[in-house]
């Protein structure tokens, strides 16, 4: 275990930092070598305080949402693991508004002029914002949430800068599944949600976000950031070479929580045929282990990131089944562990981070097999994993090593030769300039 994390520096030292490190990024950026601006120009559109840095300020004040001021810290990515290391924080997935923020700052076709732009983002920190709607005094006016956003670019601010395209240029980055933000505006009182996504004056907008709704809309699905965020080529190559190099002794790994109520459902099948798997024989297979639980209830491995990487190293297939919604940070996680993913339903990425993981290369680098043959049918996972021959679970691997940049948020500043890599940023970006490019020809 490491040394507990030290002391949280204040709020204004965090809001100093953030300030500083944004001047100096905007002097250093010319140094990427070939960047080629063309139809990649962002104009970072400015916000007042209070829809961004002020809603930090409350960061102890939901009671029923976790006291998130220890997440702050290093813009975002929260505290470093221990003292020593170098690429592992203490990631707070809801913090990426504050990640995504930083990387903006750096990105090397920003422009100040909004009309040479071909897209506008809005460093609005929407899914914190969303907090007093979600846990606070707020919560019977979910309907609200974004309007007074509204209300400032089409009315106070500017107005042209949104009516040059009618807000089809701009693009935000909320931190929640878009479950989260799609309450109907006639549900009064709301159940759970605001209703970011159904308000009309948000349509427009491209929104990022953790998980999209199954039909396309506004939002467009982004990987959930994972602990490991390198600064530089060396510390990445070095931990790629260990996940090449590690042995792994276990067939599966599912760590989560969930699947103890009596009712069917895959994570209880999962947990089930995990018990029952220490009764059977490994002899003839060439595992130790056939499958290693993480109890990861009540949250205790979100902010732990070895509980969960160290029995991720080990183990050749990770189980990622559907909780309370299809996605999961754990996909990533595993990902970055070198563990081969296996879905249970298309919902849970493949119809999802298509930016990230392209759908044609699923059957190279995961595994999937239907909930419904696992809960309803008998059919067995570990049986369908076992079956599977040794060279082509080296092959899988070889390819999640491939992909695993892709779905990496890596550190803000980070070295030039680790930039040559698209990072999960990166691909956003580009994912983005791309729909709002086809969206633009397709209004004008
Ligand atoms: C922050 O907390 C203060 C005091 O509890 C409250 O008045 C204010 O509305 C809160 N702001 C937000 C953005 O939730
Ligand atoms: C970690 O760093 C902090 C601040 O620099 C220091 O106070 C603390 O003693 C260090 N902990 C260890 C275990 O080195
Ligand atoms: C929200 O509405 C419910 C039902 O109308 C009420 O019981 C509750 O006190 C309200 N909550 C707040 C914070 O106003
Ligand atoms: C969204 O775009 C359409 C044109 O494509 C426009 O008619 C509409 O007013 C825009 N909505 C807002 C809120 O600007
Ligand atoms: C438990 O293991 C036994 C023996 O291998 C097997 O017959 C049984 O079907 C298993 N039960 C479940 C729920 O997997
Ligand atoms: C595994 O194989 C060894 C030697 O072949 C045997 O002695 C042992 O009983 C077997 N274990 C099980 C659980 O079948």
């Known amino acids: 275990m490491p040394p507990p994390p030290p002391p949280l520096p204040s709020f204004s030292l965090i809001l100093l930092l953030f300030l500083l490190s944004s001047t100096t990024i905007s002097q250093s950026q010319d140094t990427d070598p070939e960047s080629d601006c063309t139809d990649k ?5 400015h916000l007042p305080p209070q829809f961004n840095v002020d809603l930090l300020k409350n960061c102890s004040e939901y009671p029923l949402f976790d006291n998130f001021c220890p997440y702050l810290s290093n ?35 920003l422009t100040s002029d909004p009309n040479q732009a071909n897209a506008i983002y809005l460093p ?68 759970f949600g605001t209703s970011f996504l159904e308000l009309p004056e948000f349509y427009n907008v491209t929104v990022l976000t953790f998980e999209a709704r199954a039909y396309p809309w506004q ?5 959930y950031p994972t602990s490991f965020h390198p600064p530089n080529l060396a510390f990445f190559e070095s931990w790629v070479n260990r996940l090449r190099r590690t042995r792994r002794p276990s067939l599966m790994l599912f760590a989560g929580g969930g699947g103890i109520s009596a009712n069917p459902n895959v994570r209880r099948s999962i947990r ?52 309370d919604t299809p996605t999961r940070r754990s996909t990533f996680d595993g990902i970055l562990a070198g563990c081969i993913p296996v879905f249970f339903e298309d919902l849970s990425s493949k119809k999802q981070y298509q930016w990230h993981l392209p759908e044609e290369k699923y059957e190279e680098f995961s595994v999937f097999i239907p909930k419904e043959e ?58 983005t300039l791309q729909r709002i490019k086809s969206r633009l020809e397709e209004i004008a």
């Open 41 to 45: 120009w962002i104009h970072i559109r």
């Open 75 to 109: 813009h975002g990515l929260g505290q470093k693991t221990h003292n020593s290391s170098h690429s592992w924080y203490r990631t707070d997935p809801f913090m990426l508004e504050l990640i995504f923020h930083r990387r903006m700052l750096e990105y090397p076709c």
């Open 124 to 191: 609005y920190y929407g899914g914190i914002d969303s907090l007093k709607y979600l846990y606070g005094p707020e919560v019977n006016s979910s309907i609200l949430h974004g309007l007074d956003l509204y209300q400032y670019l089409v009315h106070q601010d500017s107005p042209n800068i949104w009516n040059k395209n009618f807000g089809h240029d701009h693009f935000l980055v909320m931190a929640r599944p878009a479950w989260d933000l799609i309450q109907p505006l006639s549900a009064d009182p709301p159940i």
């Open 219 to 223: 939002e467009r699905a982004i990987p």
């Open 272 to 323: 089930l045929e995990c018990e029952n798997s220490t009764s059977m024989s490994v002899n003839g297979t060439r595992y130790t282990k056939l499958c290693d639980f993480v109890d990861c209830s009540n949250g205790v491995c979100e902010h732990d990131p070895l509980r969960v990487m160290k029995p991720m190293l080990q183990a050749t297939f990770c189980l990622q089944p559907p909780g």
């Open 374 to 431: 696992v809960v309803f049918k008998g059919l067995r996972v570990l049986d369908v994993l076992m079956s599977i021959p040794r060279a082509e679970v080296r092959r899988m691997r070889e390819k999640v090593l491939e992909m695993m940049p892709r779905v990496m948020y890596r550190k803000h500043e980070s070295s030039l030769g680790l930039r040559s890599k698209k990072d999960a940023f990166d691909i956003a970006i580009e994912g």
